[in-house]
């Protein structure tokens, strides 16, 4: 149970805050993509609703993701590890969608481009993990979406909103 707690302390410190990817690349916002889409397209957000939105959106991931490492913490077994995986993956890809569908400030945009395409390939991670059929198949998979947590590119989205670096608590 050790390396299931060591895994998963790294694996928060690695994500703290990172946000989430979908498969839903193609969808990208008007303003991402460098396209007019006329009078539609929502006008960024301003730096105090950016920053709320982005709390906002990140806090079901971060939450699921302290969930699962508790879990490994208390030596829960590896299919209650499976399950809050699957878990942690869900709330990976619905925050994906509410990164990608918002209007995010200009100094925000290529960090939060670069942040979204890091989670994409660990959202595959997140799902295999939550279908493991085993402990050692389990563990692959976290420590391979942990690879891809994004914290790098969350810490950049962090500062071009102008909010604090992620500390875990």
Not at 120 to 148: N, S, Y
């Amino acid at each position: 149970m050790h390396r299931w707690t060591t895994t998963l302390a790294l694996l928060l410190v690695l994500t703290g805050c990172a946000g989430e990817r979908t498969e839903r690349q193609e969808q990208v916002p008007a303003w991402q993509s460098g396209t007019t889409a006329g009078p539609t397209a929502p006008a960024p957000l301003g730096r105090a609703e950016a920053q709320q939105r982005y709390l906002r959106i990140v806090q079901p991931y971060n939450v699921a993701l302290e969930k699962l490492e508790d879990a490994t913490k208390a030596g829960k077994p590896w299919r209650t590890v499976r399950e809050l995986a699957a878990e942690v993956a869900t709330k990976n890809a619905a925050h994906a969608v509410g990164l990608r569908e918002t209007s995010w400030p200009v100094t925000a945009r290529a960090p939060m481009a670069a942040l979204l395409a890091e989670n994409d390939v660990a959202l595959e991670h997140w799902r295999r993990a939550g279908r493991a059929t085993g402990p050692e198949e389990l563990m692959r998979e976290i420590r391979a979406a942990a690879a891809h947590s994004g914290s790098r590119e969350a810490t950049e989205v962090r500062s071009a909103l102008g909010l604090p670096a992620y500390r875990e608590s």
